[in-house]
């Protein structure tokens, strides 16, 4: 199999984020250092990287209900704190699935799973991501159908999305946004360019998972239904 795809099974990285480690030099095969295209066979090649032998691993699949102030990142150089320090009794190598901004709570996936991790992630299996999106002002039923829409960013207009009014008053609005995209700031830039700023976000889902019942910081192990239902979103219907 693909070297990154194999170091994805085995739970080093993503396979986005393992494509980077091979082409920083930091894996190798059999003793030489990989170049990126290369293929790998488990039975007979010894992986390594930054020295240490890779093998497969058991797969674990977490939600964690993610608080506000943590980064969503395996370290970090500046000290603060990683969603990875909440996951006390976790031995296995994981990591996120995507990101949440540091000061946007809610759902979020961590897995060795590399592979369902990259599809999960890719923009072409439009993994759905549910938020309650609090901003200034009175949001008009016009504005919701322009975000429904699409509206035009930066970086080209968005997808369209879902828009629901939850709660309004003169001060401020709070909107149930479904998206299937994953841009940076996304719901922060869409909702601003429709001229209101967000003054709390909070995730709810992700891929038709909640963090009903966690409260920030806390988090869990996926039942097997959650598993097999993100296996069939993203057409892997294999472990």
Same mark, same amino acid.
Request: aromatic share 4%; glycine share 8%; hydrophobic share 40%.
């Given at each position: 199999?693909?070297?990154?795809? *194999?170091?994805?099974?085995?739970?080093?990285?993503?396979?986005?984020?393992?494509?980077?480690?091979?082409?920083?030099?930091?894996?190798?095969?059999?003793?030489?250092?990989?170049?990126?295209?290369?293929?790998?066979?488990?039975?007979?090649?010894?992986?390594?990287?930054?020295?240490?032998?890779?093998?497969?691993?058991?797969?674990?699949?977490?939600?964690?209900?993610?608080?506000?102030?943590?980064?969503? $990142?395996?370290?970090?150089?500046?000290?603060?704190?990683?969603?990875?320090?909440?996951?006390?009794?976790?031995?296995?190598?994981?990591?996120?699935?995507?990101?949440?901004?540091?000061?946007?709570?809610?759902?979020?996936?961590?897995?060795?799973?590399?592979?369902?991790?990259?599809?999960?992630?890719?923009?072409?299996?439009?993994?759905?991501?549910? *938020?309650?999106?609090?901003?200034?002002?009175?949001?008009?039923?016009?504005?919701?159908?322009?975000?429904?829409?699409?509206?035009?960013?930066?970086?080209?207009?968005?997808?369209?999305?879902?828009?629901?009014?939850?709660?309004?008053?003169?001060?401020? $609005?709070?909107?149930?946004? $479904?998206?299937?995209?994953?841009?940076?700031?996304?719901?922060? &830039?869409?909702?601003?360019?429709?001229?209101?700023?967000?003054?709390?976000? &909070?995730?709810?889902?992700?891929?038709?998972?909640?963090?009903?019942?966690?409260?920030?910081?806390?988090?869990? *192990?996926?039942?097997?239904?959650?598993?097999?239902?993100?296996?069939?979103?993203?057409?892997?219907?294999?472990?």
């Amino acid at each position: 199999m693909r070297l990154q795809q *194999y170091l994805a099974r085995c739970g080093v990285a993503s396979r986005r984020a393992a494509e980077k480690l091979i082409e920083e030099g930091r894996i190798e095969i059999n003793g030489r250092v990989a170049v990126l295209g290369e293929s790998v066979n488990p039975a007979s090649d010894i992986v390594t990287h930054n020295g240490r032998r890779v093998q497969e691993e058991r797969f674990v699949y977490i939600l964690l209900n993610k608080p506000r102030n943590v980064v969503t $990142t395996v370290a970090d150089t500046h000290g603060r704190r990683t969603v990875l320090d909440g996951l006390q009794g976790v031995s296995a190598r994981v990591f996120p699935v995507g990101r949440l901004d540091m000061d946007v709570q809610g759902a979020l996936l961590l897995t060795n799973d590399g592979e369902l991790a990259y599809r999960l992630m890719h923009p072409s299996f439009e993994t759905p991501k549910v *938020y309650l999106a609090t901003v200034r002002g009175r949001v008009l039923p016009e504005t919701v159908a322009r975000i429904e829409r699409g509206i035009l960013l930066e970086d080209g207009p968005t997808a369209p999305a879902q828009a629901v009014i939850v709660h309004a008053s003169a001060q401020v $609005t709070t909107l149930r946004l $479904t998206l299937h995209e994953g841009r940076k700031h996304e719901v922060k &830039r869409m909702c601003e360019a429709a001229g209101h700023r967000v003054v709390e976000l &909070r995730r709810v889902s992700f891929a038709g998972i909640t963090t009903r019942g966690l409260r920030p910081g806390q988090w869990r *192990y996926l039942t097997d239904e959650e598993v097999a239902a993100l296996r069939r979103l993203t057409g892997k219907t294999q472990p």
